[in-house]
């Protein structure tokens, strides 16, 4: 009972991102993508808000 997996479909998921080494380098181009835009918003926010009186 022990050794039996809780989750199997994410173990599969995990086994599958792992199985390509391309996979990482696209979870990383997303995550840079996704925190440059958080930023560009976040700045945007920012100026808009010392231009306007």
Same mark, same amino acid.
């Given at each position: 009972?022990?050794?039996? =997996?809780?989750? *199997?479909?994410? $173990?599969?998921?995990?086994n599958?991102?792992?199985?390509t /080494?391309? $996979?990482?380098? +696209?979870? =990383? +181009?997303?995550?840079?993508?996704?925190?440059?835009?958080? +930023?560009?918003?976040?700045l945007?926010?920012?100026? /808009?808000?010392? /231009?306007s *009186?």
């Amino acid at each position: 009972m022990g050794s039996q =997996n809780v989750y *199997p479909e994410r $173990d599969t998921v995990l086994n599958s991102l792992k199985s390509t /080494t391309c $996979d990482s380098t +696209v979870i =990383n +181009v997303a995550h840079w993508s996704f925190t440059r835009t958080a +930023v560009a918003k976040k700045l945007r926010a920012i100026s /808009t808000r010392t /231009t306007s *009186p």
